[in-house]
């Protein structure tokens, strides 16, 4: 995905939204990143930037004083200046609010045991944004006593925009990913938009095969022969990472006939 | 298990507040329904929508969201539930393949908590609406769980809706309010110490809604909290509602603070306090229209009633009433539940054409002819859109109309003697007729004899709020008397034999004490009660020139001969005559007899 259109326009803000201003009118905060990122353990990796048209909630008050949150996240410039902070709860904690059947104490917090997944964070797009960063508190391993602060840690750092360069892209990895809005059923031809996103920012192809039928390269099958179809999709990114096929099946029904008059 | 165990079905917008790029976009996700059990997800879904937005403050923000539902079939219903856990729990053992895979005992430790293929969630999902702000996966199943990430999923216990607002105040920044964290009793008590929170992995009491306490100026939420409240607020010294600063918030139950006694981030279910919804209310600006957004404002269920009566029926024998259709109109959606009841009775289906059965005389002797119809409309919460909860308002609805059964009339009663009762026509051989000098009698024409007689019907006519042989020929009369007797009768008929005279007077049942002109006849009356036992009562009059002598005495349409009369023996003195009777002009020419318009051939009788 070409991040270019999404461009703010000159007059962005990085401020909320002023009282009794619509909101619809900041379109500062209507151009978004949707970051993806994996963990394994406490290894954290972004796997996909997504650029959507939506709105992003404004940034916290930016001070020198980090925030109290167990885990935040910033936007920083290329002197790591931050542009945009948010906080929310820690993703990578194993521990997970549940809600206990117990009516004297509904809610509890329980160790999940869970030790990697996915989570996705949404960042507004900023011309001057070089990095995306991940915090969470720390203690030194060693500190008992209150005389050693707790510190900022920092998670995971990643680059974003004018910081993905080529050695960047070279060193890339990560496949890109592609989804679908398949269904599966469609009365009449089915028209299946495919959407492709990688972490590098944009995907350099994306190809599909239809049944039996030959390569293309596109983001939109349509089809009207009825029966029964398989649809294959994948994308390749700058580095030439290839996604694994993915395969959605889906029937086409003919068309009910207007009769006769 | 996984995509290849089921399929996605339809991507529906439930709530649309204008272009996705704009709004808080909310999906919610189905996994383990199969095809047949979607309908339940849709109204699994309507229910979340009902408790989204009439809890406050998300009700009066009704248009920041658009919210959306992926309907996706799985190939079997359920959660997997492995037999063995973590925390030592015992499942099922069911594994039903499920497009999502979603699975108790998530990681293996915990069985409350579920874990899914979130990233084919996330995938799924954004190819349909890469602005999703929220995703929430309902797993088909009553067993309890779920588990707030990334995507929230939950089991469609009893309350997860709760759950799912409690939920989602996390994500607009709020702190769980209760005082512990593992919460199975080993964490009870704690007092609040920064340094052990920055440990514990709690963070720091930064949000809006806890506090670590101190004065009412330097108290987050002091400009809430009024100069008469004391500070701290002891639970239960405060009317409810009332914003204070209650110990017990963020996982200590000592040492931090809260706005309120009770809360939603602290017991789901609760309200959200004033202070949280404050800042849900801030949190959602940039996703909340300014312009022209509608507070929805529910609507209290209306049902209007309108009872038609219609035939008439016989409940039981001799226990009459009416049929009546219910017309009804309601706003409520779906098919409602629909009961009615009569005179404030006990409240009965109401049969699927309407129609209900009201009697006359129930009990028996007692004819009640006015009544009141109720009617009443139910439906699921389920079916609403909205709803407020603690108040059945919207989504039962009642009317009454009152019935008035038609009550019958007596003075609308008739006896009719222009009956043509082909019964009519009678006769002996004591019967004679005057032809003005011939005479006819027992078959004969005689000369000089005046008289005859013939039997006439009378019929009662009763007023259409009684219940008889002309509503249904089975509907018998329990009983009626009529006066004078007559020589015969039958239902609704009565007979009466009446002679005639030359002279121009008749008479009943040769009893000359009744002897009146024809023209004036003889006063009938009846009595008794109808099917059902309505008493009813009728006079009238039996007038014989009334009576169609044509019709009733003779099947001869021209003539006033009877037919009983025929064949008939004349004694012929003379081949020619020619008179005049009552204006009919009778001649005699050899063998052809003329009377008015009829013309006769005369055979001689001693020829044979």
Redesign the interface.
């Known amino acids: 995905m070409d991040m270019s259109r999404f461009e703010p326009p000159e007059d962005f803000s990085l401020e ?2 002023e009282p ?1 201003r ?3 009118e ?1 379109v500062a ?2 151009h978004a990143l ?1 970051l ?1 990122f994996s963990y394994q353990r406490f290894q954290v990796e972004l796997i996909l930037i ?1 650029a ?7 940034s916290l008050e930016i001070t020198r004083q980090p ?5 935040w996240y910033e936007l920083q410039d290329s002197k790591q200046t931050t542009l945009y902070r948010r ?5 990578l ?10 009516p004297e ?11 990697g ?4 964070l ?1 960042v507004p797009i900023l011309p001057q944004a070089r990095y995306v960063v991940l915090y969470e ?1 720390s ?1 030194p391993p060693d500190a008992v006593q ?1 005389d050693v602060p ?1 510190s900022p840690k920092e998670i995971a750092r990643f680059p974003l925009g004018g910081a993905i360069d080529d050695e960047t892209i070279a060193r890339d990895t990560i496949p890109p ?1 592609t ?7 469609y009365d009449g031809a089915a028209v299946i ?1 495919l ?1 492709a996103s990688d972490n590098t920012g944009e995907v350099a192809n994306t190809v599909f095969r239809l049944d039996d039928g030959k390569e293309q390269q596109g983001l939109t099958v349509t089809i009207d022969e009825p029966g029964k179809h398989t649809l294959l999709f994948w994308s390749v990114d700058r580095a030439g990472n290839i996604e694994p096929e993915n395969l959605v ?1 889906f029937t086409v029904r003919r068309p009910a006939r207007l009769g006769r008059k | 298990m996984g995509a290849n165990d089921g399929a996605v079905l339809a991507f529906r917008q439930l709530i649309n507040n204008g272009a996705n790029n704009l709004r808080y976009n909310i999906v919610l996700v189905s996994d383990g329904y199969t095809a047949a059990e979607i309908p339940l997800f849709r109204s699994q879904c309507q229910g979340f929508l009902r408790k989204l937005f009439w809890t406050a403050p998300f009700s009066s923000l009704r248009c920041t969201f658009n919210v959306f539902a992926l309907e996706v079939r799985s190939t079997a219903s359920g959660i997997d539930d492995p037999l063995t856990c973590g925390d030592g729990s015992t499942g099922s053992g069911a594994m039903p393949a499920t497009f999502f895979d979603s699975t108790m005992c998530g990681g293996g430790s915990v069985r409350r908590v579920i874990s899914l293929d979130s990233g084919l969630v996330r995938n799924r999902v954004a190819g349909f609406l890469p602005q999703a702000n929220s995703i929430l996966v309902l797993v088909n199943s009553a067993l309890g769980g779920g588990t707030q990430s990334d995507v929230a999923v939950f089991t469609t216990e009893p309350g997860w809706e709760d759950t799912a607002l409690h939920e989602f105040g996390h994500v607009l920044g709020l702190a769980d309010e209760y005082g512990c964290y593992v919460c199975d009793g080993s964490d009870s008590g704690r007092t609040y110490d920064w340094f052990d929170s920055i440990i514990q992995g709690y963070g720091l009491p930064d949000q809006p809604n806890v506090s670590p306490g101190g004065s009412r100026a330097g108290l987050k939420w002091g400009a809430m909290v009024a100069s008469t409240t004391p500070i701290p607020t002891t639970a239960g010294s405060v009317p409810a509602g009332t914003v204070g600063m209650f110990e017990s918030a963020k996982y200590y139950d000592l040492g931090l603070f809260r706005p309120e006694e009770s809360c939603a981030m602290r017991n789901t279910g609760a309200p959200f306090c004033a202070v949280c919804r404050a800042e849900i209310t801030r949190a959602l600006v940039p996703w909340t229209p300014t312009t022209t957004c509608v507070t929805p404002t529910a609507t209290p269920a209306s049902l209007t009633v309108d009872a038609g009566i219609r035939s008439k029926v016989m409940i039981l024998p001799g226990r009459g009433g009416y049929e009546v259709t219910l017309d009804t109109t309601t706003n409520l959606p779906a098919a409602p539940t629909w009961t009615y009841r009569l005179n404030g009775g006990s409240w009965t289906a109401l049969p699927a054409t309407r129609t209900i059965q009201v009697p006359i005389n129930q009990s028996p002797g007692t004819n009640i002819y006015n009544h009141s119809a109720e009617v009443r409309a139910q439906v699921g919460v389920g079916d609403l859109d909205y709803w407020v909860p603690g108040t059945s308002t919207f989504t039962t609805a009642q009317d009454t109309d009152l019935i008035a059964l038609r009550q019958p009339n007596n003075a609308a009663n008739a006896i009719d003697p222009n009956y043509g009762d082909a019964g009519n026509v009678e006769g002996t051989g004591s019967a004679s007729i005057n032809f003005g000098g011939l005479v006819a009698g027992n078959g004969w024409l005689y000369v000089r004899s005046r008289k005859y007689y013939t039997r006439l019907a009378v019929r009662l006519q009763l007023d259409p709020g009684f219940f008889g042989p002309d509503d249904k020929p089975a509907w018998g009369l329990q009983n009626i008397t009529w006066t004078p007797t007559p020589s015969q009768s039958s239902g609704l008929t009565a007979f009466y034999d009446v002679t005639f005279d030359a002279s121009g007077l008749c008479w009943l049942d040769s009893n000359p004490a009744t002897v009146v002109d024809p023209n004036v006849g003889f006063p009938i009356s009846a009595a008794g009660k109808d099917a059902i036992g309505q008493s009813f009562s009728a006079t009238g009059r039996l007038v014989p020139t009334n009576v169609e002598y044509r019709r009733s005495i003779s099947t001869i349409e021209r003539a006033k001969i009877p037919k009983w009369e025929w064949p008939m023996l004349f004694d012929i003195r003379e081949k020619v005559l020619e008179v005049v009777f009552n204006g009919v002009l009778v001649m005699l020419n050899e063998n052809v007899l003329r009377i008015g318009e009829l013309e006769v051939e005369l055979k001689d009788a001693r020829k044979g």
């Open positions: 909320a939204p009794g619509r909101p619809e900041d905060y209507r949707r993806t997504e959507i048209e939506m709105i992003v909630p404004p925030p109290g949150a167990e885990f906080v929310q709860r820690n993703p904690d194993p521990f997970v609010e549940v809600l206990t059947g117990n104490r509904p809610l509890a917090h329980l160790n999940s045991g869970r030790t997944g996915e989570f996705t949404l508190w203690l209150r707790p990913r989804v679908s809005d398949a269904l599966a059923a938009h959407r099946k």
